[in-house]
């Protein structure tokens, strides 16, 4: 491995956290979690400091480009259409309202890559092509149907017939989704439902495999709006590279309680292994949540569930690559921070207000490793 490392940049008004991945080979990957510093700037003014830290990131990571963006905003009513026009970038754009927890307005998280070539499809799938692979993200998709069972299985729906259009499935190339909803504790057990009944007609079961995923509390621009998802699948991806994460001695499986993804799922190339951990909180394998309202000890065993899965692996929290985390409380903000901050310093990380879907989990934190391997049988990524 070339290179391998954390670095914080000073801009004005805002500062970028930053991994970077570098095998030797052609592409480089960087993810960065781009912070604003002056809470009591208006809106327009930290849009404008997460613009500038943008556009000077890219000057400092020459020949590279986002493939993917998430903007965490306070106040999606107000915001996203600004963002929309700000942001002509052209890659795969989530906008969802998780109001930073720092005091600001906006955060951004983006995944880049060098040596890529990106465009959209005829399908409406954002493409980032390079070598034997197409990789394939959507962001931001919603609709307005009756509630968020039946907007969730008309996503998944269009989704289907999207990767269909570039010769792929849900079952082979899907390999992380991200689920919003609008007020979790009402409208989570529809986008379940709608859920398992898609993957069931799509041949995902508990006896072939499901897909990493993050369900979560968030909100779109539009109130009307209670279920909004992302997605990331790979056209070229061969079936021996895709691999599962279960950690049973620390988790269960999702199934036991009536729902469908993986916890984890790691991918392998020729030099670098990806692995997507989905939304992990503090519950044991059975199933149970664990420390119930004790914000720091369900934190610490959130972390044991994440290590587990990443040692599965072969991978520890240094190869993590970025960090989101999702709380249900503003008044645990400060506690939760203060750990992360001592346990992980430097790591690009956020921490929002995102209820997780079971009341009694306080805390949930989803991430995304990179590792060095060598796999000379396999494709280059």
């Keep these: 491995m070339k290179d391998l490392k954390l670095t914080q940049i000073e801009f004005n008004q805002a500062r970028a956290e ?53 903007y965490f905003l306070s106040d999606a009513a107000n915001q996203a259409d600004d963002v929309v026009v700000a942001d002509v970038t052209d890659c795969a754009k989530s906008i969802i309202q998780q109001p930073p927890l720092d005091g600001t307005k906006i955060a951004l998280w983006v995944w880049l890559m060098s040596d890529v070539q990106t465009g959209m499809t005829n399908s409406g799938l954002y493409e980032v092509r390079h070598g034997a692979f197409r990789h394939l993200f959507n962001a931001s998709a919603h609709n307005l149907a009756a509630n968020s069972e039946y907007q969730m299985r008309l996503l998944f729906n269009e989704y289907i017939m999207q990767l269909a259009e570039e010769g792929c499935t849900l079952a082979d190339n899907c390999l992380r989704t991200w689920l919003f909803v609008n007020d979790i504790d009402l409208n ?12 069931f007609t799509q041949g995902l079961t508990q006896n072939t495999h499901f897909i990493a995923s993050t369900g979560i509390g968030g909100r779109q621009q539009d109130t009307n709006v209670l279920s909004q998802m992302d997605n990331y699948a790979i ?105 992360f901050a001592e346990r992980f310093p430097g790591k690009p990380c956020v921490i929002v207000l995102a209820p997780v879907c079971r009341p009694g989990w306080l805390v949930e934190m989803e991430c995304m490793a990179i590792k060095a391997v060598s796999h000379p049988e396999l494709p280059q990524f």
């Design 235 to 339: 056209a070229g991806i061969r079936q021996e590279q895709i691999h599962y994460l279960y950690a049973p001695t620390h988790l269960n499986r999702t199934s036991d309680y009536g729902v469908s993804f993986e916890r984890g799922t790691y991918i392998d190339y020729a030099d670098r292994r990806h692995v997507l951990i989905s939304g992990t909180a503090s519950i044991n394998n059975k199933g149970e949540v664990m420390y119930a309202k004790d914000i720091e000890q369900q934190t610490r065993r959130m972390w044991d569930n994440v290590e587990a899965l990443l040692s599965e692996a072969e991978c520890t929290f240094d190869d993590v690559a970025h960090m989101i985390v999702y709380l249900r409380d503003v008044a645990d903000y400060d506690v939760v921070r203060s750990l």
């Design 18 to 70: 930053v991994f970077s991945f570098d095998s030797g080979n052609e592409v480089r990957e960087y993810h960065a979690m781009i912070h604003v510093a002056g809470s009591r700037l208006t809106f327009a003014q930290q849009l404008e400091a997460v613009m500038n830290a943008y556009a000077g990131l890219l000057s400092q990571l020459p020949g590279t480009q986002a493939v993917f963006k998430r």
């Design 188 to 199: 989570y057990g529809g986008v379940v439902r709608a859920r398992n009944q898609v993957f």
